[in-house]
């Protein structure tokens, strides 16, 4: 079926603004969330919009469609924008200086980061459990893992041992990324620590990477415990975007058992992009005073802004 469709996502400005799109998206959701994802490059396009039965109940979305939600995140950009600033990261310590990085740098150190857990034996389909404080790796990870098609189950860098039991069971992770600490204003968070309580519990995590940040000088256990730092230097800075079916998962969630998801790539990505443009004008800088990059900060911290290559994120 041919759809006339017309791509725009405009700013809400008014009650009226949103009535009129509310509208549009009942009326004919097939031809308003077309519109939607004509804005993002597809590896394959969808053959149908939209298949639904509430009484399975069962939905889907941009059926027969392929894509790398990092394609639209970074590579899009380039070289075009290499040198503009892609994210503003603000230390914890105000004396400290801010990091701005490029939208060429940031593509490398995804590019890297993938390789690293490549290295590792993660591939397509595996889980990766992130638990780092609000550092600039923390993003890598996370376009890292929809590079290589894993599933990233973030987990906020406050929660206990135990909750983080539950994410990595519940997610199946085999390896897990975290730093040797983070610090919360003056407090400084033995995060390593934290994981590897969790561990005794976890056996099926093969590795552990960590990454330096508070310099606490963490033990690393023998066979499992990796450095970042180290691992990152024996990988090149080129990684190709695996092809993801329109269906396969980019980020798992869990805020409390038995509420899980697994969002799916195809539907995620117009969505979340949506929304974080009509909360934030173009060129506005997103300030983000609640919990990290976590659950569904990392969605709209990350994968949305970067995509409209026009919106930054302060940490």
């Known amino acids: 079926m041919h759809l006339n469709v017309t791509p725009t996502m ?3 400005e008014s009650i009226q603004d949103y009535q009129e799109e509310y509208r549009k998206s009942i009326e004919n959701p097939e031809v308003f969330w077309a519109g939607v994802a004509e804005q993002f490059h597809w590896r394959k396009k969808w053959n149908k919009v939209l298949e639904w039965d509430f009484k399975k109940p069962e939905v889907k979305w941009f059926l027969g469609a392929k894509l790398n939600i990092t394609e639209n995140c970074l590579d899009r950009h380039l070289p075009a924008k290499a040198n503009e600033t892609a994210i503003i990261w603000e230390p914890n310590n105000p004396k400290d200086r801010a990091l701005n990085i490029t939208y060429q740098h940031l593509f490398e150190e995804v590019c890297k980061t ?11 389909g595996d889980r990766v459990c992130i638990y780092l404080p609000m550092i600039p790796e923390l993003a890598y990870a996370i376009l890292a893992c929809a590079r290589i098609g ?20 519940d997610a199946g992770c085999k390896i897990a990324i975290t730093s040797d600490g983070g610090f919360r204003g003056e407090k400084s968070i033995n995060l390593k620590g934290i994981m590897d309580d969790a561990l ?58 038995p509420d899980t998801l697994t969002s799916c790539t195809a539907r995620y990505q117009p969505e979340v992009r949506l929304s974080c443009l009509r909360e934030f004008p173009p060129g506005r800088t997103g300030e983000d005073s609640g919990r990290q990059l976590s659950d569904t900060k990392s969605t709209y911290s990350i994968q949305p802004p970067l995509p409209s290559g026009r919106w930054k994120k302060r940490h």
Request: proline share 3%.
């Open 150 to 169: 894993a599933v990233h189950s973030v987990v906020f860098a406050g929660f206990s041992s135990r909750s983080l039991v539950d994410r990595i069971t």
């Open 200 to 257: 005794e519990k976890c056996p099926e995590v093969e590795k552990v990477i960590v990454v330096e940040h508070t310099r606490t000088k963490p033990v690393l256990k023998p066979g499992r415990d990796l450095w970042w730092h180290e691992e990152i230097k024996k990988v090149g800075s080129q990684c190709e975007a695996e092809e993801m079916d329109r269906f396969s998962g980019v980020r798992r969630i869990l805020d409390g058992s």
């Open 114 to 124: 993938a390789n690293m857990l490549k290295a590792q034996g993660v591939g397509k």
């Open 10 to 12: 405009k700013k809400i």
